[in-house]
């Protein structure tokens, strides 16, 4: 689903304007780079040459305007999954340790992970981030989580990401600006703040990009709607389409004397991949993720990995994060 928002975002970006990206120092090597290319995908300017025409849809269906365009007709499975890896995805067997896989879904950032059987040459599994958070709310009642699960975040070292290192968008900028950023700053979600930039008054996550392709009424003024009238309209759009999603329950935030156990259960219950953490007076102060609190449960000792990754994937030029 990321890689396919992404790629949207591109197309978006060729009906709307928008600043080029701006370059980055950052270049990670080793394990996090290759772990890094699993997850990657081909550059933008490689994928901005998959359609060409020239783009000027002003109202409609998005989904008609997208399986119409040539960006739609030419760009084929290889240049989502990304065709630089020698393997088809970095996968773990069931021989591997139940701390190889947190930490790649943790500190090395995927999101999920296929378990394959090499003999027979299948995938017998895939695990998630969710599902890891759903295993350890069903460890509610052992000794070692219930010890666990009554700190606080804060006692824990919650949030990770503070609030001067958000990515925020405010309420008045246009919704395209949101998923700009999210593939800019390849992150799955942004807070969409007040102008203060104080206070959070909604989400906007990767998935959001479908409401695009299944609401006209949301598409016919994408070019102009902002953030927070998308979030209205999305919030209209599933009274009367889906009552029960959980994106009806408004903006899910939660305070840093909170325990680990009660948030893994609000996470859980919810069904969703951040929450928002805010002071007495409501002032955002950070998020915590799924991979966030997978990443407070284990350690990766010095030279964990050695050659795991070597010989799988192959670093691309260029390769970021």
């Not at 290319?37 to 933008?44: E, L, R």
């Not at 790649?104 to 017998?124: E, F, Q, R, T």
Request: proline letters at 5%.
């Amino acid at each position: 689903m990321e890689a396919l928002v992404l790629r949207i975002g591109l197309h978006l970006d060729k009906l709307v304007p928008s600043e080029p990206p701006s370059p980055t120092n950052h270049s990670p090597t080793g394990a996090e780079s290759a772990v890094a290319s699993a997850n990657g995908m081909p550059s933008s300017a490689e994928l901005r040459t998959l359609g060409s025409e020239d783009a000027s849809i002003t109202a409609g269906d998005f989904f008609e305007a997208l399986t119409s365009s040539e960006f739609y007709k030419k760009t084929k499975v290889r240049d989502i999954s990304g065709s630089f890896r020698w393997a088809p995805f970095l996968a773990l067997q069931q021989s591997n340790s139940f701390l190889t896989m947190l930490l790649l879904l943790s500190k090395y950032k995927m999101k999920s992970i296929p378990i394959v059987d090499l003999g027979a040459g299948n995938i017998n599994n895939i695990i998630t981030q969710s599902a890891v958070i759903h295993m350890l709310a069903e460890c509610t009642g052992l000794q070692w989580f219930e010890s666990w699960g009554t700190k606080k975040l804060s006692e824990i070292g919650l949030p990770t990401i503070s609030r001067n290192q958000l990515v925020t968008v405010h309420e008045d900028e246009p919704v395209l600006q949101a998923f700009r950023l999210m593939r800019k700053k390849r992150v799955g979600g942004v807070p969409v703040v007040t102008g203060d930039g104080k206070k959070a008054i909604g989400n906007i996550s990767l998935r959001d990009v479908q409401f695009l392709l299944t609401a006209p009424e949301i598409y016919h003024d994408y070019r102009l709607i902002t953030a927070k009238n998308f979030l209205l309209a999305v919030k209209n759009y599933l009274e009367k389409h889906d009552t029960r999603s959980p994106m009806l329950s408004g903006m899910i935030t939660c305070k840093t004397n909170k325990t680990i156990k009660e948030l893994i259960q609000m996470l859980d219950s919810l069904k969703i991949q951040r929450v928002y953490v805010v002071d007495d007076d409501g002032n955002l102060e950070g998020t915590i993720t799924l991979r966030d609190i997978i990443s407070r449960l284990v350690y990766e000792p010095p030279g964990y990995f050695g050659d795991f990754f070597d010989g799988v994937l192959p670093l691309p030029e260029n390769c970021r994060v």
